[in-house]
Every structure is written in C-alpha cells, then in structure tokens.
C-alpha cells in the first residue's frame, strides 16, 4: 500500500515530507511494523522530517509532534493522550475543553480513591 508513495529509486516522494499530518500518520502506522523493510524506512523518513519541522511549527503543533515521537498514539493509555491535547490543544470550544477537563479530572479521581484502598 506504501508502494504508491515512494518514487522511481525505492524511497519516500520528497514531497511528502510537506505534510505534518501526513508524516504524523505515516509515522504512527510505521510502528505497526512486523517485519516489513518499507514500514523501516516510513519510520526514519517521518521521524527525520518531523524532527526537522518542529522548529517552524506553531507551539500546539509541534507539542504534538514533539508528544508523538516520544510516545506513538497507539503506544499509550487514551486516557494520557486526551490529557496531552488538552494541554497542547486551547480549541476555543470553551464549553467542550471544560467538560473534557471535568471528565479527566474526575477519574483521576476515582483511580486516586481506588489506588487509597488498595494501598491500605
């Protein structure tokens, strides 16, 4: 499926290395690798071209691609990525951002209460 973006030599289009989301995603599915060469390559090529954009990302975006390389979507708790947007991510859906932030808050809660009678 990869096969479509790569050019004449084998390699990743370099026009690809354009598009933030695009790498993003191209990185992300890289780590569903079993064995394949090409999903290798998807790794190197997106992890270098991400690195390389940070610096003339807007500070939301490149927290994002910065939280991304360190830890793969997929990779992590959902609860961890909803707390990584919020932080990262002000919206402008004020409303929504509270009631998101009430909802995280209110299970970290609940695990604290459940991790104090466990402990005791």
């Known amino acids: 499926m990869l096969k479509k973006f790569t050019d ?4 990743f289009k370099s026009t690809l ?14 780590y569903l690798n079993t064995g394949e060469n090409m999903l ?4 190197e090529f997106s992890s ?3 690195k390389t954009w940070i610096k003339n990302l807007e500070p939301n975006i490149a927290t994002l691609v910065r939280h991304t390389l360190m830890h793969p979507r997929h ?9 990584q947007y919020l932080d990262s991510c002000e919206t402008g859906h004020g409303v929504l ?3 998101a932030r009430l909802d ?6 609940l695990h604290q ?3 104090r009678q466990i402990s005791r």
């Open 17 to 30: 290395a354009t598009d933030v989301q695009g790498l993003l995603g191209l990185y992300e599915a890289s």
């Open 75 to 83: 990779m992590t708790i959902s609860r961890y990525n909803v707390r």
């Open 104 to 109: 995280f808050n209110l299970v970290q809660s």
């Open 97 to 99: 951002e509270e009631l």
């Open 48 to 50: 270098k071209h991400l």
């Open 113 to 115: 209460k459940e991790l």
């Open 8 to 11: 004449n030599k084998g390699g």
């Open 40 to 43: 290798d390559e998807a790794n």
